[in-house]
């Protein structure tokens, strides 16, 4: 009997992100670190296996070098497995042609063997780019109950930004009778999270579809649901109401760092019931040391803290010295805050050395925005970095 | 080179030294050090020194090890050929499980025969060093050693029911071995740590040499008796070693890694590979006072926290004061509690306003899931 798995998850990872700048440099952006330990994709990996799906294709493309390191063979997420698992899908060159992916459609079109290898009923697309729990399984299973072609993922946005995102216009089951792309003027405030379930064999037959079709722009949100839509498909809306979160640019990646704080977060990634995994750092406890003032943080292993953190997010290794103060900030793996040295609504990337003195960034109320460091530059002592302001080199001040 | 050694770690041998810890468990899955276990240390010691396969060696209460163990690969040892390799005692209708090293060592005679590397690394689970264990081998080589000891130098009287020391010449071959002698205030011995290198070959001749003349103890029957046709080296570590072999030094030597030389030595050069949990990282909250101490992931402290080791998922609760304390994993501290030189084993509820002291000499101590 040949193998076979119920729905296999593709998970679209190829997504430069530059609106994080200096953050996604060298790397791509689902690798970007996130609420301490975790990288973006620890999300959506961890939602699959939380939700029973073991097979998992990662679409990568922009400096894939960190993110496929990161993901190795699966083992952290439980996705090492003898049939099935994750898998690092990267462009390839084929006998008639090579190509880089040119959209999301047709990144999945050129990765047709990888899901056809395990006759799939359904697949799973899914994106790099959110924080949030969501359980795929009781999305398949609406799937399945209305007998959809395509089922897509909407959660209610404020009607303002409506306009900022895929929109679907429903009747009262749920069926989608419109999808517009980013609209003018929305119908609605039901915006689509990117996520979406097709019934394999309609994925299979409009991605060949859109491939031949050279009008296409060989994304989904923009050719592939449209077209289904408009030969009339079975397609639903599955509505989903819990914490979504794009981290594509640097005020959502800081606020959804600075949601993980509180006694009452507004996303508690400690929930037992669903565990997000991600590769642990090999470190001891994390120090807090005799003069040290932190409060209202989340602190991760490695770090040796003897100044005051104060409302923010520390990856692990990080070290604040004596005197050092970091306020409202997030601070990735392997950071250094020297003595005397002050950091204020910043994000600094990894191994980034602050030096004695310097000040980094302004207080969120001064309305200069957030300070970006990236990764292994060291600011000099006594160095000013103004609010919103965004380094990715060496700097010794003016 | 390394990959000419086999380790063998003992997980139970020591258990009744602590048997407040090991009630439960057996000496190597004794927690350490906020996110460790005994055998961490060990176990890492060897992987480091790029040893693949290591045999451990369990009697009983075993359990917990096989939970923290799992299949090796948090060390790095789930192998094809090797790994982690888990010896639990062997005996038929005629047999009992083993009482002492020999026995033990003769259980396992069928795993040293499979094995081609050309020596052994012994070890126990009852101290917490960085050693390198490559320069280990490399001195028994360059010695041409039978058998090397590790020693460390403990100054003033030592009070332990058994320990080894060594006298030695000036080559570090030793020349004597005394069990359990008197000592001073005053006196230093080089005291045996229960880590050797031996060539398999040659183990594997001591074992069947002492079944079939009914010996029962390694230490006092072979080395003590044979030191002067052995060739028996001493290779003497000079870095810091806790030997965990009562709760007082349980709680003494934890509290050492407060000490930032020390963690620097124990964890900077290299890593201490221990079972990954996924815990999140630990969250202090807007009323939390944290200060010199160690806490891992997935705590929540809102009350204070002083000269403490937090284990991993441990709350602390408002207004709370936890000085002097290890609290170990899970365990769950009320609102209004004060603990100072406290001891709780894993999944320990404290309720509110429960006020406990014990002292540095005598920790009090409570086991494992109990509810105060």
Redesign the interface.
Known sequence: MQRKKECVAMLLAGGQGSRLYALTTNIAKPAVSF???YRIIDFPLSNCINSGIDTVGVLTQYEPLELNEYIGNG??WDLDRAFGGVHILSPYQAKKKSSWFEGTANAIYQNMTFMQKYNPEYVLILSGDHIYKMDYAAMLKAHKATGADCTIAAIEVPMKEASRFGILNTNEDGSIYQFEEKPKQPKSNLASMGIYIFTASKLFKYLEEDDANPNSSKDFGKDVLPAMLNAGEKMYSYRFSGYWKDVGTISSLWEANMDL???EPTFD??DPDW????R?P???????????H????????GC?VEGT?VNS??SSNVVIEEGAEVVDSVLMAGAVVKSGAKVVYSIVDENTVIEGGAVVGEDKEAGNGIAVLGRNITIGSGAKVAGGQILDKDYKGE | MANSAVGVIFSNIHDENIPELSRHRTMASIPY???YRLIDFALSNMVNAGITTVGVVTKYNYQSLLDHLGSG?DWDLARKDGGIILLPPYSDETDTPYSNRLEALKGITGFLNHRNEEYVVISDCDGIAHIDIADVIAYHEAKGADITMVCHEEAGKIDQSYFMTFATDEDGRIGSIKISPKTTANSKNDVYINIMVINREYLIGIIQDAVTRGLSSFGKDILTKHVDTMKLYAYKFGGYYAGVNSIQKYYQHSME??D?NI?DE??GAR???TK?R???????????V?????????C?I?GTVENC??FRGVKVGKGSVVKNSIVMQDSVIGSGVELDSVITDKNVVIRDRRHLAGCAELPYFIGKGRMI
Not at chain 2, 278 to 288: F, G, L, N, Q, V
């Open positions: 609420g301490g330990k083992q952290p704080l509180g006694d990634v400690g565990k997000i995994h991600s642990n090999l470190a001891p406890p994390e120090y807090i040391g005799d003069k040290a932190v409060n209202n943080a989340l602190i991760s292993l040796e953190v997010v520390l | 050090g906020g996110r690969k890694l407060l930032k963690r124990l964890f890593d201490i590979y990954v996924d815990s999140a990282p630990s969250k202090y909250s807007d009323s939390a944290v200060k010199n101490s160690l806490i891992s992931d997935g929540v809102e080791i937090l």
